[in-house]
């Protein structure tokens, strides 16, 4: 099974999302940023340099939020998603093609990536925003 870290990343009252590149899997879909976790590492090692390598900012992860499976006809990914807040550096788009510091209450309407959906489902709830 594929495991694979995303950062939920608060700032100022916001959450950063991501809109994945024309030339990734999931094509312009929106996501958490984040990515598959390597041999040996912790999923907050995995977190920090992906988000490094990303989007070139340095996070502090939080709190663990529920792992969601996704099956598709070729793998199993293991969706695990970590609420962070921003420690420093400002944003530089390494991979994606865009980005927005969201308010909760919109992150509705971004077309995610599926396996998110559950994860923002579970966000709202814990901020109570649902
Ligand atoms: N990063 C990230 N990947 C997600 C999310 N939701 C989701 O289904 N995925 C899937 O998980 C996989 C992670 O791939 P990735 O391309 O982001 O990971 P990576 O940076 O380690 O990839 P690479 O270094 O092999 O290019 C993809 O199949 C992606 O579609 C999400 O919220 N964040």
């Known amino acids: 099974m594929?495991?694979?870290t995303c950062a939920i990343i608060e700032h100022e009252n916001r959450v950063l999302v991501t809109q994945r590149g024309e030339a990734m899997p999931d094509p312009l879909l929106w996501e958490f940023p984040g990515g598959k976790m390597e041999p040996g590492e912790t999923e907050e090692e995995c977190l920090a340099r992906e988000i490094k390598e990303e989007l070139n900012i340095t996070i502090q992860p939080l709190q663990r939020l529920t792992p969601v499976l996704h099956r598709t006809?070729?793998?199993t990914i293991e969706l695990i998603p970590y609420i962070c807040t921003l420690r420093r550096g400002d944003i530089k788009l390494l991979e994606h093609r865009d980005y927005k510091w969201s308010l909760a209450t919109d992150l509705h309407r971004y077309n995610w990536c599926l396996p998110d959906l559950p994860v923002v489902e579970?966000?709202?709830?814990l901020r109570e925003y649902t």
């Open 2 to 4: 594929l495991k694979v």
């Open 73 to 75: 006809q070729t793998k």
């Open 122 to 125: 579970e966000y709202l709830r």
